[in-house]
């Protein structure tokens, strides 16, 4: 057994005893966020559109990682807050913004928040969008494995929901 396998298998180990902490509080923390950060840099007439967005609409709200990393700026206690601004909607494989970083090259809290986002985005109300059913939402989430996530980060996330740890987050929510 090579150093780097055992520094795998540790480093294994420790993420899944740390991960469910993690995720609870990375979303209590994205959903404070959310709600602090709404209004702030995209106009209502794009956020609240009931309807699709237009290319050009869709590059606007696209501005919204790096409008959080400007607001975060100049404080190194937000440096984590500030990848996950930037990084959460980079894609496992590579298709995402803004950066089109892929793998593990996407910093390990953003690739963590990007479920986490998804996931809450499509059990949430939102004026494009009515509600999902969460094993609907789960399935989404299972499809993006690979593709839009990290397969070890959603490995946890549905083990987690699969023991019932998102349950009271989830109520609130939907409430």
């Not at 298998?9 to 404070?32: C, G, N």
Request: with cysteine; charged share 25%.
């Amino acid at each position: 057994m090579t150093i780097s396998l055992k520094i795998s298998q540790k480093w294994d180990y420790y993420l899944f005893l740390l991960l469910p902490v993690l995720l609870l509080t990375i979303i209590l923390a994205w959903k404070f966020y959310q709600f602090e950060s709404r209004e702030v840099g995209i106009p209502d007439n794009v956020l609240l559109k009931p309807g699709k967005l237009i290319s050009k609409e869709f590059e606007l709200i696209k501005t919204h990682t790096q409008l959080g990393v400007d607001i975060l700026s100049g404080n190194d206690q937000y440096s984590l807050a500030s990848q996950v601004c930037l990084h959460h909607h980079d894609r496992w494989d590579g298709e995402g913004y803004p950066t089109g970083l892929k793998g593990e090259e996407i910093p390990l809290i953003a690739r963590i928040v990007s479920v986490i986002d998804v996931f809450d985005a499509l059990i949430s109300k939102r004026c494009y969008k009515k509600v999902w059913k969460i094993e609907k939402a789960i399935q989404e989430i299972e499809l993006g494995s690979g593709s839009q996530f990290d397969p070890k980060v959603v490995d946890i996330f549905l083990s987690l929901h699969q023991q019932g740890r998102f349950n009271s987050i989830i109520t609130l929510s939907n409430d």
